[in-house]
Nanobody, 123 residues
Framework: QVQLRQSGGGLVQAGDSLRLSCAAS?????VSWFRQAPGKERQFVAAISGSGDMTHYADSAKGRFSISRDNANNTVYLQMNILKPDDTAVYYCAARPTYYKKTASDLRTYSDWGQGTQVTVSS
């Protein structure tokens, strides 16, 4: 099991940028970001493989969000640009043993979760 500690959320205005961090207690394999808006299901945002050479994004994130990792520090990042009010949600990072694009959005395949961090985008 791996502990995931998140940081970087906050309140911003539409058009601003934020970078979320997900620091792991040890080397992780595939890591993804999800988000959950009030009253809605948790949704997939982006995924990255253990080596960082493969990434996958939800349509809502393509072109605006970028996932990356620093394996020397066991940290995965989510850079979010041109934020919109619809991006308001609690964001979670999650880890699992393998990177498999087809199941990246399936919450059941993730064994470890971060504590969540609030991102609020005002219009």
């Amino acid at each position: 099991q791996v502990q995931l500690r998140q940081s970087g959320g906050g309140l911003v205005q539409a058009g601003d940028s934020l970078r979320l961090s997900c620091a792991a207690s040890r080397r992780t394999y595939a890591v993804s970001w999800f988000r959950q808006a009030p009253g809605k299901e948790r949704q997939f945002v982006a995924a990255i493989s253990g080596s960082g050479d493969m990434t996958h994004y939800a349509d809502s994130a393509k072109g605006r969000f970028s996932i990356s990792r620093d394996n020397a520090n066991n940290t995965v990042y989510l850079q979010m640009n041109i934020l919109k009010p619809d991006d308001t949600a609690v964001y979670y990072c999650a880890a699992r043993p393998t990177y498999y694009k087809k199941t990246a959005s399936d919450l059941r395949t993730y064994s470890d979760w971060g504590q969540g961090t609030q991102v609020t985008v005002s219009s």
